[in-house]
């Protein structure tokens, strides 16, 4: 399935709807250029899951593992622009926290689908026009399902109603683990305050 997101917002509330059929163990790889939407769609399955901690495009930490909200998932936010290969993915040792966690990785093509048999692509374009192409394609599992489930959802939902109210900065003290440091990266990237949810499938 492929869809338009004229605005960051509409980026981050399909994230957030993704987060509904989110599972522990799954894995979600991100690709697109600089400045894509990678971070902007991570903040919102994260805001769908509800975790802990902003979600950000981090400076020097390569892995950050959100804790779990209601729904008892973490989410683990790995950046791997830096990472040289397979090796340092290892490094990371992100195996334990991938089974219990949804894991997204940003930058993961070609490296990061060892972490699971069955993975989630997401591709992000940035059109000339600033509008986002994202597009989703299943591997192995039952992805192919999923996803069919997942486009009868969003055909349903009221993209019109789809802007969240703000609710401001996190203001938990321990909020993520850091896995990892690296150099630094500056990547096009805003801190968008938290969102709620509030799309909910009409059919
Ligand atoms: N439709 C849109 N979807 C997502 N982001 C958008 C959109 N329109 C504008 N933006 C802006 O584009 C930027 C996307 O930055 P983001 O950090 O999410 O990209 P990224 O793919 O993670 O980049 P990097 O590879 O540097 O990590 C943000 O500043 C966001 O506000
Ligand atoms: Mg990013």
């Known amino acids: 399935m492929k869809i338009e997101m004229p605005k960051a917002e509409d980026t981050h509330m399909f994230g957030t709807q993704l987060a509904d059929v989110l599972r522990p163990g799954d894995l979600v790889i991100l690709t697109g250029d600089l400045g894509a939407g990678k971070t902007a769609l991570t903040k919102g399955i994260g805001a769908g899951l509800g975790v802990s901690g902003t979600i950000t495009s981090p400076t020097f930490v390569i892995a950050r593992t959100h804790r779990g909200g209601q729904r008892r998932i973490p989410l ?6 830096r990472l040289g290969g397979l090796e340092e993915l290892d490094d990371l040792d992100l195996d334990t926290d991938v089974a219990t966690s949804v894991t997204c990785v940003e930058w993961g093509a070609g490296l990061a689908e060892r972490l699971s ?23 192995g599992g039952d992805w192919t399902q999923r996803l069919a489930a997942f486009a009868h959802t969003l055909s349903c939902a009221d993209h019109a109603s789809a802007i969240p109210a703000q609710t401001g900065a996190e203001s938990e003290t321990h ?3 850091d896995h990892h440091q690296s150099a ?18 009409a059919c």
Do not use: C, F, M
């Open 76 to 81: 683990v936010h790995v950046d791997a622009y």
């Open 117 to 139: 048999e069955a993975h989630l692509e997401i591709k992000l374009v940035r059109r000339a026009d600033d509008v986002r192409e994202i597009e989703l394609l299943a591997h």
């Open 175 to 177: 909020p993520s683990t």
């Open 184 to 201: 630094q990266k500056t990547p096009a990237e805003t801190n968008s305050a938290r969102q709620d949810r509030t799309i909910g499938a």
